[in-house]
């Protein structure tokens, strides 16, 4: 398996970027991003790091020689800590650096978002703790309530 994530730590150092996203002007998340012509290999990355999706391919119409473009992309700020885990034997000293830094942020936030594989959201889009009955839920695409925050 070592073998496996050390090929994809290396194809994420040559073809992938990592940031923090920001919303509203202020630190959202991190996300982890990889884009290439050549989807076997964007596919087999996602395969072996088992997290993040795999985006539509995209076409440029406008440059008719160009390739279509594959792309993968990970927000989940649990997938991002364990991909940027496992990748950080293999990469060289400054992509090691920049995901340290991001794993350190990362590690400085509260949990935001309620989600079914890390239990329920403790805080609100603010940064506040939540409480009451609706603790942990958050208004979104379904309607859900909001819960409430200091």
């Known amino acids: 398996m070592s073998d496996s994530i ?16 920001r919303k509203d002007g202020r630190d959202h998340g991190v996300r ?13 990355f996602s395969r072996i790091v088992g997290v993040g999706q795999l985006g539509k391919p995209r076409e440029y119409p406008e440059h008719p ?6 792309t993968w992309d990970c927000g989940n ?9 496992a ?21 400085s936030r509260p949990l935001l978002r309620a989600s079914s594989h890390r239990g329920l959201a403790t805080h609100c889009a603010r940064g506040r703790l939540q409480e009451g009955p609706h603790a942990g839920h958050q208004k979104g695409r379904q309607g859900k309530v909001v819960g409430h925050c200091r």
């Open 77 to 85: 700020n649990a997938g991002v800590a364990q991909v940027l885990g």
């Open 32 to 44: 982890l991003h990889l884009k290439m012509t050549d989807r076997d290999v964007v596919e087999r």
């Open 65 to 70: 020689h160009w390739k279509t473009a594959f």
């Open 6 to 21: 050390a090929w994809a730590a290396g194809l994420f150092e040559g073809e992938g970027n990592m940031r923090v996203t």
């Open 87 to 107: 990748f950080l034997p293999y990469l060289g000293a400054r992509r090691r650096a920049r995901a340290e830094t991001l794993l350190a942020h990362l590690a």
